[in-house]
């Protein structure tokens, strides 16, 4: 019943940052984890980073040491923030909350990422 809104969409040149937030409708402490996934026009959905509950990260090696996944459970908010970007970086980037049982995940409604010069 949580809804999740992605904001921060944009136009990076290649070796810029971006910062996207997830903010939620209620408390993100009622997820087990939050996730950011991508998805490129004709390319599979990509996980990109994690951070669960206890505040611990996971990200692929495609993004490792660029992104940076972090909370404020205060505001409610997620936060991807993005270094070095490439244009392979360029996709829709959609905000999880993970809960557990099948179909309880939510999901946000994406936002843009272009990385291009």
């Known amino acids: 019943q949580v809804q999740l809104v992605e904001s921060g969409e944009g136009l990076v040149q290649p070796g810029g940052s971006l910062r996207l937030s997830c903010a939620a409708s209620g408390s993100i402490e009622s997820f087990y984890a939050m996730r950011w996934y991508r998805q490129a026009p004709g390319k599979q959905r990509e996980l990109v980073a994690t951070?669960?509950?206890?505040?611990?990260?996971t990200y692929p090696d495609s993004v490792k040491g660029r992104f940076t996944i972090s909370r404020d459970n205060a505001k409610n908010t997620v936060y991807l923030q993005m270094n070095s970007l490439k244009p392979e970086d360029t996709a829709t980037y959609y905000c999880?909350?993970?809960?557990?049982?099948?179909?309880?995940?939510?999901w946000g409604q994406g936002t843009q990422v272009t990385v291009s010069s």
């Open positions: 999880k909350g993970d809960r557990p049982g099948v179909g309880y995940d939510a």
């Open positions: 951070i669960a509950s206890a505040g611990t990260t």
